[in-house]
C-alpha cells in the first residue's frame, strides 16, 4: 500500500477513534446510495448498461452546478443505483478522468440524514475534504464530496436525499 495511502486510512481511523464511537458517520449514515461511472457517450453507455442489469437508465438531467449531465440504472428497491456521469462542456475534471482513464468508475455515493452534521464531523477529525457545504445534485439532492486522499485515491460523495426519490 502507498504510504499517502496508508496515512489517510490511519488519519480517518483515528478521527473515528478518538471522536465518534461507532464511526465517524455515526447515526447519519442510511447505506450506499449509488456507484458513479463516468461515461464519454450517455446513450451508448445506458444502452450498455441497462442490457446487462436489465433495468431502463432513467431520470436524465443536466446537472448545470456541477456541469455534468446523470442518469440513473434504478435496481430493485432497497439496493444503490448506478449513476452514469458525463461532462458537460467546461467540466475539465471529468473530461480529464476520461481521457486518462476512459469509461470507468469514478465514485461511491453514501446516503446521509444530515449532511451538513456529517460534513462538519469530517472536517472536526481533519478529514480532507472537497465540498465544506452541500451543494446541490441530481435529483433535487444535496451532495458533498470528500478529496480522494482521505480514502487512499477514491473519491466519495456523500448524499442527503430530498423525499423519497432514489
Not at 475534471?93 to 469530517?122: N, Y
Request: charged share 20%.
Amino acid at each position: 500500500m502507498p504510504p499517502d495511502a496508508r496515512a489517510a486510512y490511519q488519519q480517518l481511523a483515528h478521527a473515528s477513534a478518538t471522536r465518534t464511537p461507532g464511526g465517524v458517520l455515526a447515526g447519519l449514515l442510511v447505506g450506499i446510495d449509488h456507484v458513479g461511472l463516468c461515461v464519454s457517450d450517455m446513450a451508448a453507455a445506458g444502452g450498455g448498461w441497462a442490457a446487462l442489469l436489465g433495468v431502463p437508465l432513467t431520470d436524465r438531467e443536466d446537472v448545470a452546478p456541477q456541469k455534468t449531465t446523470a442518469a440513473f440504472l434504478r435496481m430493485p428497491e432497497g439496493a444503490a443505483a448506478v449513476e452514469l456521469v458525463c461532462p458537460m462542456p467546461g467540466n475539465a475534471g471529468l473530461e480529464r478522468f476520461l481521457a486518462q482513464r476512459g469509461d470507468a468508475m469514478h465514485h461511491i455515493a453514501f446516503a446521509v440524514t444530515d449532511l451538513s452534521a456529517a460534513l462538519e464531523r469530517l472536517a472536526g477529525g481533519g478529514i480532507e475534504l472537497i465540498d465544506r457545504a452541500p451543494r446541490p445534485g441530481a435529483g433535487g439532492h444535496l451532495v458533498a464530496f470528500l478529496h480522494p486522499r482521505a480514502l487512499g485515491g477514491t473519491l466519495v460523495e456523500l448524499v442527503e436525499r430530498k423525499g423519497d426519490k432514489r
